[in-house]
C-alpha cells in the first residue's frame, strides 16, 4: 500500500459494513481463542503488576510497553485472516515496531486529551480518528506522524460511521469490565474486529498483506 493509493481512496471514498468486521473478529477469535485469552491475561497481569507493586513508574506501562503489546494482536489477527500458522510469540511482534508505535500511542493521547481538554469535540474527533494510525504503520509502512495524519484523514470520510464503531467496542468493553473475566475476550474481539474494519476500508489498495 503507497501513499497515492490511500490518497485515491480518500478522495473517492468507501464504506464498510459494521455488522460485518463485527462477524469477521469473532471468527478470528474463534481460530486460537486460548492464545488470545492467555495473552490477555498477560497484559492484564502485567498491568496490574506496576498498579500494585510499582505504582510510581504505573505511567510507564501505558508510555512504554501499552501500545506494542497491544499491537501484537493486530500482526496476529493479520496471520489468522490469511491462513497462516500462529504460535504464541507471535503477539509481541508489536516490538519490531516498537519506537514508532510508542510515538503513536503517546502523542495520539496527548493530542486527543490536549481537544477533550479545550473544547471535548476536538478530542472526540481525533480520538476516533486515530484508530487506524498503528495498523496504517504496521502494514502501510508510514511512520508515526503520517500515520496518524492519514488515518484521521481516512476516518474522516466516514467519520460518523466510525463514530459509532468505537462506541460499540467501547460498550463491549464496559461489558466485559463488569463480568471481569469477559475482558478476557471483549479486548482480544476488540482488536480482531478493528483488523476487519481496517482491511474492509482498504482491501481495494492492500499491499500483500
Known amino acids: 500500500m503507497n501513499k497515492q493509493k490511500i490518497n485515491q481512496l480518500i478522495a473517492k471514498g468507501y464504506d464498510f459494513d459494521i ?6 473478529g469473532w471468527e478470528l477469535f474463534k481460530i486460537k481463542p ?12 502485567l498491568e496490574l503488576l506496576f498498579l500494585i507493586y510499582f505504582k510510581e513508574y504505573a505511567v510507564l506501562f501505558s508510555v512504554f510497553l ?19 500458522p500462529v504460535i504464541y510469540p507471535d503477539f509481541f511482534q508489536g516490538f519490531r515496531y ?8 503517546l502523542i495520539g493521547q496527548i493530542l486527543v486529551s490536549i481537544g477533550i481538554l479545550l473544547l471535548v469535540i476536538p478530542g472526540v474527533y481525533l480520538l476516533v480518528g486515530y484508530c487506524f494510525a498503528i495498523l496504517l504503520h504496521i502494514f502501510a509502512g508510514l511512520d508515526f506522524w503520517e500515520s496518524m495524519e ?18 460499540l467496542l467501547i460498550l463491549i468493553n464496559l461489558i466485559g469490565i463488569l463480568f471481569f473475566v469477559g475482558v ?7 482488536f480482531y474486529v478493528a483488523y476487519c474494519a481496517f482491511e474492509a ?9
Open 19 to 24: 455488522e460485518e468486521a463485527f462477524r469477521n
Open 34 to 45: 486460548l492464545f488470545s485469552v492467555g495473552y490477555t491475561a498477560f497484559i492484564i497481569s
Open 66 to 84: 501499552a501500545g506494542p503489546l497491544f499491537s501484537g494482536f493486530y500482526l496476529v489477527a493479520n496471520k489468522l485472516k490469511h491462513g497462516d
Open 98 to 105: 516498537y519506537i514508532p508505535i510508542i510515538l503513536i500511542w
Open 150 to 167: 492519514y488515518s484521521r484523514r481516512l476516518v474522516t470520510v466516514k467519520w460518523w460511521k466510525f463514530f459509532l464503531f468505537v462506541l
Open 184 to 190: 478476557l475476550v471483549t479486548i482480544p474481539f476488540s
Open 201 to 209: 476500508v482498504t482491501e481495494e489498495v492492500f499491499a500483500d498483506l
